[in-house]
């Protein structure tokens, strides 16, 4: 109450602005075949997802499909092609675990595995389409536009390269995807 007159409450959250805002790490909140409907499927898939997150630091606007679809449009690229911040902030799971310092560094295999980050539980795995230094891996589902064949998928229980190539899967199975919050 405020001179008699009932306000609402009000929500102040204060930001650590010397504390760089991390790059959120999420997954799908379902699986999909390797049929993804290309880039604009992927990331509009991660979107939709990105509903279902609360982050610590809940500010980050722009999605995108951490996976590997063409020969100009791989992981490894995702910081030049996207302007995703490569340097000075931190990679983190939804409840801000961090992975690695930066995205650079991430390249190189996540410092923890995706499970302990509340990114997938243990046997849930994730298209990737990549190697393991996030090229694109010649199984990769037509680009993500098919059912046929086989694609590559990211490991979430490992550290390391081996995050990005964990083995092949059947294009018709269900596989998550692995987001990018920036």
Same mark, same amino acid.
């Given at each position: *109450?405020?001179?008699?007159? %009932?306000? &609402?409450?009000?929500?102040?959250?204060?930001?650590?602005?010397?504390? &760089?805002? &991390? *790059?959120?790490?999420?997954?799908?909140?379902?699986?999909?075949?390797?049929?993804?409907?290309? #880039?604009?499927?992927?990331?509009?898939?991660?979107? +939709?997802? #990105?509903?279902?997150?609360?982050?610590?630091?809940?500010?980050?606007?722009?999605?995108?499909?951490?996976?590997?679809?063409?020969?100009?449009?791989?992981?490894?690229?995702?910081?030049?092609?996207?302007?995703?911040?490569?340097?000075?902030?931190?990679?983190?799971?939804? +409840?801000? /675990?961090? *992975?690695? !310092?930066?995205?650079? %560094?991430?390249?190189?295999?996540?410092? #923890?595995?995706?499970?302990?980050?509340?990114? /997938?539980?243990?046997?849930?795995?994730?298209? !990737?389409? !990549?190697?393991?230094?996030?090229? /694109?891996? &010649?199984?990769?589902? !037509?680009g993500g536009t098919s059912t046929s064949g086989d694609g590559r998928r990211g490991d979430n229980n490992s550290t390391g390269p081996s995050f990005f190539e964990g083995g092949r899967g059947s294009c018709n199975s269900n596989r998550r995807l692995l987001c990018l919050c920036y």
């Amino acid at each position: *109450l405020y001179n008699g007159i %009932a306000v &609402p409450a009000l929500t102040v959250r204060i930001i650590d602005t010397d504390t &760089p805002t &991390p *790059l959120y790490l999420f997954a799908t909140t379902t699986g999909y075949t390797g049929n993804l409907g290309g #880039r604009a499927g992927a990331d509009a898939k991660c979107v +939709t997802s #990105r509903g279902s997150y609360t982050f610590p630091v809940n500010i980050c606007s722009n999605v995108r499909a951490v996976i590997s679809l063409s020969m100009t449009d791989e992981i490894r690229d995702i910081a030049t092609k996207y302007a995703v911040p490569a340097t000075g902030h931190p990679v983190a799971g939804p +409840t801000g /675990l961090i *992975l690695q !310092s930066s995205w650079n %560094a991430f390249l190189a295999g996540p410092s #923890r595995d995706a499970r302990n980050a509340d990114i /997938l539980n243990s046997g849930q795995s994730w298209w !990737s389409f !990549s190697q393991t230094d996030g090229s /694109l891996d &010649p199984d990769n589902c !037509s680009g993500g536009t098919s059912t046929s064949g086989d694609g590559r998928r990211g490991d979430n229980n490992s550290t390391g390269p081996s995050f990005f190539e964990g083995g092949r899967g059947s294009c018709n199975s269900n596989r998550r995807l692995l987001c990018l919050c920036y």
